[in-house]
DNA sequence: GTTTAATTGAACGATAGCGTTCAGTAACAT
DNA sequence: ATGTTACTGAACGCTATCGTTCAATTAAAC
């Protein structure tokens, strides 16, 4: 059987598929798809434009190869939930912080834009932006708070809808002017103090009556 | 004093004005600044390429023109909150159903994607929708919260951050999915019930218990 | 009817990107 | 060293758009 190994041969570069992605990302992202030159990513990335069309074929098939591998990254970056053994509020509140964070990190905020826009063209990708990100947080998040439910925590009702509920209240307006204004102050408008608020408002209607 | 009123003159037709503003609104919003066409715009307003020009002196112009006059609808068509004498449930209920009314219908949806791209490139006009939707609508809300709560029938506390709660809550992660998945079947995943889940929720941590 | 301004159609130069071709070079496996 | 493959740079044809110009036409105000 063959192993596919060739007898002969120069191995791809992975280092200039990277710097491609790379580029193509920073291109997309700064210019959308349409503005978006295949020859200004080729000199950004130091490959020729052949190269390029070598490796992925078309404008199209370079844009969704960098929005997989984008997507890809995102997983790696979603805000942490992993179970301390901590009160409820600490709990919520640890997760209050790193979604937040998250969110209003630069780079997904311009994803996010990015892909807002281009989904009228690409509608699969929004699909896989959306199960990539937003769904996979919401249903960590929908497992963790079912949890707490079954522990006692949180008073019996509809996990999905209190994640959504929860997700909500601590966006409350943020998501909005971020994606509306400066990338690069968004982090820095995230108040650890409003934070506690929407925890406690949220702990308010859902905590267990003791 | 001069009127302005000039001697003779072929007035401005300004249906022609209209109709390259609605075309160019399709245009930008189905390709994007970069890649719309004015000289698409001009044959969809049966209009010439020169007319454009000589009403809009350039297509950054046309398309900042266009914002403006897209803020302008959308300001007539925020949410309802006229004050009926109702219950507070009642009231809050009706915000809700017409707050998410509003931000599922398609027109939103698309000019919401459109603006969240576009704002890379001309970050003032990610201030003029801001102003002209999120914000206003944050007022209002505000405004409306801190009666009630002068009022009695809701606690006392910070009605900025009792509004942004109440929106977030209301929203969940309805937003998300809208923004990136079909525009012209969001209006139809609004659901009574959730709503109404909503706004019992945020009741129980806001309102006077008595 | 005369005046004034709005509007038109057609053409133009300039720019820019896509996607392809080709001949040549570089890097690796054997 | 030899063969195979990755990669390069330059050029090409093609298409599209912008923004401008010009002479000609149209519509209202006077």
Chains 1, 2 share one sequence.
């Not at 996979?136 to 949180?154: F, N, P, Q, V």
């Amino acid at each position: 059987m063959d192993t596919g190994k060739r007898l002969a041969h120069r191995p791809v570069d992975q280092a200039k598929q990277d710097a491609i992605l790379s580029c193509a990302r920073a291109e997309f992202f700064e210019h959308g798809y349409a503005a978006a030159s295949i020859e200004r990513i080729a000199a950004n990335a130091n490959v020729s434009k052949v190269t390029i069309y070598n490796h992925f074929q078309s404008k199209e098939n370079l844009f969704s190869a960098m929005v997989g591998s984008e997507c890809r990254v995102m997983r790696g970056q979603l805000p942490d939930m992993s179970k301390a053994e901590t009160s409820l509020r600490e709990e919520l509140l640890h997760f209050a912080q790193s979604m937040m964070e998250f969110l209003s990190s630069p780079d997904i905020i311009r994803f996010d834009r990015r892909m807002a826009a281009e989904v009228e063209r690409h509608p699969e990708m929004g699909e896989l932006f959306l199960n990539a990100g937003p769904r996979r947080m919401k249903s960590m998040l929908t497992e963790m708070i079912a949890d707490e439910m079954e522990r006692g925590r949180l008073a019996n009702a509809d996990p999905q809808e209190a994640a959504a509920h929860l997700y909500g209240i601590i966006k409350g307006f943020a998501d909005v002017e971020w994606r509306f204004s400066d990338p690069d102050t968004a982090a820095a408008s995230v108040k650890p103090a409003a934070l506690a608020a929407a925890v406690d408002r949220f702990l308010l209607s859902y905590q267990t009556s003791k």
